[in-house]
């Protein structure tokens, strides 16, 4: 099972701007197999995905989070990011970073995950 | 967007006896063109990520013990655990991967009466 690592500043303060990196283990990332994603879980909540890229740099985001989130890859580094803008209280939660399966144009399941990393938007 | 419910909300479940947790999609997650159901279930522990049991509503992931297992079809699923054990306390979520954006039930909390 791939082990992926999230990392950045655990607490933000409000309308300012939550960034997170994940690190991918190995040579995976370019591989059309794959596709790569961020989720939350806010306190004592549900899963709500956030949005995912493939290795070429196209991009799907929730649409509630579209206008503040975008995602990107660096291969090179074996890493994918997040920037969340404007944050609020309520973008308070766990952020996990996944590795789904693709196949052809379908984006399918998420099957290895990191241990997620909590950011706390707070002033 | 696709919203999926799961019944009940928690469950308490003697050992060794079964668990029977369901996710209802608000759409039909079977794709035609491939007869196959989009929808995963994932077992979530205190403090860990979401593991991946279940992917195409039925097909058990690597590893996962055989104790577990996923039926149903266009919009009504089941995940059963047919004898439970202690290490199945968890949190359990239904996901559907067949449009974007990807949701996830608000969960199932099995817990050990």
């Known amino acids: 099972q791939l082990q992926l690592q999230e990392s950045g500043p655990g607490l933000v303060k409000p309308a300012e701007t939550l960034s997170l990196t994940c690190t991918v283990p190995?040579?995976?990332?370019?591989?059309?197999?794959?596709?790569w994603g961020w989720i939350r879980q806010a306190p004592g909540k549900g899963l709500e995905w956030i949005g995912s890229i493939y290795y070429s740099g196209s991009a799907y985001y929730s649409p509630s989070l579209k206008s503040r989130v975008t995602i990107s890859i660096d291969t090179s580094k074996n890493q994918f990011s997040l920037k969340l803008r404007s944050v609020t209280a309520a973008d308070t939660a766990v952020y996990f970073c996944a590795r789904g399966l693709r196949q052809g144009y379908q984006l399918l399941w998420l099957r290895d995950w990191g241990q997620g990393t909590l950011v706390t938007v707070s002033s | 967007d696709i919203v999926l419910t799961h019944s009940p909300d928690s469950l308490a479940v003697s050992l060794g006896e079964r668990a029977t947790l369901n996710c209802k999609s608000s759409q039909s997650l079977l794709y035609s063109a491939t007869k196959k159901n989009h929808l995963a279930w994932y077992q979530q522990k205190p403090g860990q990520p979401p593991k991946l049991l279940i992917y195409w509503a039925s097909t058990r992931a690597s590893g996962v013990p055989d104790r577990f297992s996923g039926s149903g079809s266009v919009t009504d699923f089941t995940l059963t655990i047919s004898s439970l054990q202690a290490e199945d306390v968890a949190v359990y979520y239904c996901h559907q991967y067949y449009t974007s954006p990807w949701t996830f039930g608000q969960g199932t909390k099995v817990e050990i009466k």
């Open positions: 190995g040579g995976s990332m370019t591989s059309s197999s794959y596709y």
